[in-house]
């Protein structure tokens, strides 16, 4: 059968088998297929979707497209935690140390930021000397060390999916939940945890804008990891405004360490012990005890003992006095009192892009001194004149006016206090 | 705007602007957008359609792509006549000889055929020198020798049709009725003959299988030629069955001779007719006026004369002695006794393909003397052993009881006759 009469089911409404699917992903990763034909693929589904079967059938084709790490059949209990992209999103630096320091080994693979979220290996990499696992073998040997491994990106991990990834880019197939699921999950299943705890965002600053979205996809990651044989949870949480108060790589860093000397944000804290709660329970603990366990191990110190721990495992220097410090700060004030009704968290991820915290296109160089500080939360009250938040410039030159004014901007002051949703809004898989 | 924002316009059922849909095309011309991004934007256009303002635009875009020949404007008259394509469709050939006979100016466009369906082209290029006009000049020096021109598809018309027609083929974004009409109409509008004759083919044969899908096309053409200022008559005709009794280039020339000299198949001469009546009529006659002359041009032997004038003026040998004759026939004979109740034109036309008669991919050579001569019509009673069609063999090796058994197998012999649909099912236009 041609490839073309295959894209034609698609483009209909068909229901692709294992075998047409399997000859796409082929097509992806050996080039046996023309960037033309897989562009109409790709925009057929985005179109006209798939079914669950199909979903299954994409994400296991794609995780067979390169190596297969199979970390949990080697290292048993291995856990993984994922979340779908938010500002101010510090969680996998403080989840790592936490949940190793409960005895739970973590792997975690990671690609470099790009948009208006920032990437964990960038904040990595604020820390002298900080150097991901290249590669299985690397991966085996810092787990071992200090109970935890942030691995890059491996280009023998899904091939396909960084192909695929690159054509739904320019193609306008970005936003497709089967699309999504397989980019996702072939990538998390080619590694091989043996669990898998997803932080799917929800709000203003995260990709899916509405619960009902975040719910939908959540339910669609939890079904295909399922199918593969992948104990799993997903909480949809908040993402309505940052999730902790600092943006950008030094500042997510110190965040990460306040977090763990239990001085942190309580959004931050609070969502990673959430997330690190779901980590002890597919490991086997009853959830009284996983709380008990991470409230140990953040109150003794063995939490942020940890992170020294896993950072030098790395070849980085812990030390926060060797972190990046801004060359001057500016103060956004409110223009006048009120309640901080919205936070535009998406537009705030971007300035701190702007200001050089992470990047527009693959390649741009990161500023490790530069982000923001958030001083307020939803439903705050303020006075005219109190600080809004803190601009950190680093070493690239921006036009701090116009920056200011839209750090202003971000943050909608109204009458009446806006209703706050809670942080987790659902939870997904739990019946496992 | 980034035109992936374009895509993901048309990806949610958007409609386009003339600049955005400018941009598209300018794309597919100069190359600065690629062929991922054009592909991803014909499997939208194709699964979401397009509004009758945007096929315009999307057409006049394409015209304007390359140059225009503008021959109404320098030729006042001269009429053009398309065909969407039909086995045994002999028309063109009779058609310019008859209509020019009759004092109308022709001038007519034509590729190489492809497919099932044999390409006028190949049917003129089996007289010895015979060679289309190439470029404007020497279309209008043929028009003024002899009334009538056989131009071959130029690289400086419509460029952009010539590029998205190659990504639609491997990209199933073929069955398109504003991606259809677009390559139709650039085309011809560039060209840009002052009155347009369209033959819609429906049926078995044709690309549209249905009357209703035939209809639909035939009236989008209408009105994007009637927008664009061309006067313009559309047929929607029967293409159940062969529409002449001769598959194949040199069978195909032999037919037109016989037509033209009065002794044709009659739903070949008679397709003509209703034909080139509609230009007459488009040039101004009444239709009884221009009924009267080209039974006139047909009995007097002017339209036959003009044949040979014609074929002089392009630099071919019009001598009937000089076309193709076959190595050898095959007689495929009726297995049983019934009435001729379907007949499968399309695998008729292929087999023609198969014997040498046509192309599967472009560059093929083409089998001059191969071809299929088809004795029967739908509806005809046939005994049991009586030929039903006679294969023309080439120099092609071909394997002959294989193509044997498909030839008998494209006549379905029923017990009662079947319903005889009318010739021409549907005009439009004819409100101008």
Redesign the interface.
């Known amino acids: 059968v041609n490839f ?2 295959v ?2 089911k698609k ?1 209909d409404g068909g229901e692709l088998s294992n075998e047409e699917i399997g000859r796409f992903v082929r097509g992806a990763t050996d080039g046996s297929l ?7 693929m ?3 589904i ?3 979707g798939a079914s669950a079967r199909e979903r299954q059938a994409l994400v296991e084709a794609m995780r067979d497209s390169g190596a297969r790490w199979r970390l949990g059949e080697v290292r048993p209990g291995v856990v993984d935690k994922h979340s779908t992209g938010g500002v101010g999103d510090t969680v996998s630096l403080l989840f790592a140390p936490l949940v190793a320091a409960c005895g739970v080994p973590v792997a975690m693979m990671a690609g470099a930021g790009l948009g208006h979220t920032q990437g964990t290996l960038d904040k990595l990499a604020a820390m002298p000397g900080f150097v991901p696992a290249r590669g299985r073998e690397e991966a085996l040997a810092r787990l071992d060390r200090c109970g935890a491994c942030f691995a890059a990106q491996s280009d023998e991990i899904a091939p396909a999916d960084r192909k695929l990834y690159a ?1 739904r ?5 970005v936003p497709s939940l089967p699309l999504i699921v397989a980019s996702i999950m072939s990538k998390k299943l080619a590694v091989g945890a043996s669990a898998l705890v997803l932080d799917v965002k929800a709000g203003s600053g995260a990709f899916c804008k509405s619960d009902e979205a975040a719910a939908e996809l959540a339910d669609a990651l939890v079904q295909v990891a399922r199918r593969a044989g992948v104990a799993v949870r997903a909480l949809v949480t908040d993402m309505n405004q940052p999730l902790g108060r600092f943006l950008g790589t030094a500042n997510e860093v110190r965040a990460a360490l306040e977090g763990l000397a239990g001085r942190g944000d309580e959004r931050l804290v609070g969502l990673t012990v959430e997330l690190a709660t779901e980590a002890l329970v597919l490991s086997g603990l009853a959830e009284g005890e996983a709380r008990e366990r991470l409230r140990r191990a953040l109150a003794d110190g063995s939490a942020r003992q940890r992170f020294d721990e896993i950072v030098v495992a790395h070849g980085g220097d812990p030390d926060p006095a060797r972190l990046a410090r801004p060359r001057r700060t500016v103060i956004v004030t409110a223009p006048a009192g009120g309640f901080v009704g919205r936070v535009a968290a998406e537009e705030l991820g971007w300035l701190a892009v702007s200001l050089g915290a992470g990047r527009r296109r693959q390649g741009d160089a990161v500023d490790a001194a530069a982000g923001i500080e958030v001083h307020v939360r939803l439903g705050d009250e303020v006075r005219a004149g109190q600080p809004l938040a803190t601009l950190a410039l680093g070493e690239r030159p921006v036009e701090v006016e116009a920056l200011a004014v839209r750090a202003q901007r971000a943050f909608t002051l109204t009458e009446e206090p806006p209703p706050l949703p809670p942080l987790v809004r659902a939870r997904f898989g739990g019946s496992t």
Not at 34 to 40: H, R
Not at 169 to 173: F, Y
């Open positions: 073309v009469e894209i034609a483009r023309g960037d033309e034909q897989l562009a109409a790709l925009m057929a985005c179109i006209r054509l880019d320019v193609t306008a197939t």
